[in-house]
């Protein structure tokens, strides 16, 4: 069983998600972070936040376009 270890927060975090074909960006997550593993994190208040968003989004801060690359 794993002990507990200390966590330190960030905040300036960027995630890309998507929902019914449309492309999000997500900025300034306060995401927890392992000092031991390093393994980052969402609280379950802050996931549901970010799906909710996704889902119903508001008035963006800005749009941006995002280059599609093939391999």
Known sequence: MAGIVAVRLLKNLKRLTSHSGKLFILENIP?????????????????KKMEALVITPVHPMRTTAIPVLTI
Request: hydrophobic letters at 30%.
């Open 31 to 47: 995401t927890g972070v392992c000092t031991q593993c390093g393994e980052k994190f969402f609280t379950a208040e802050i996931s």
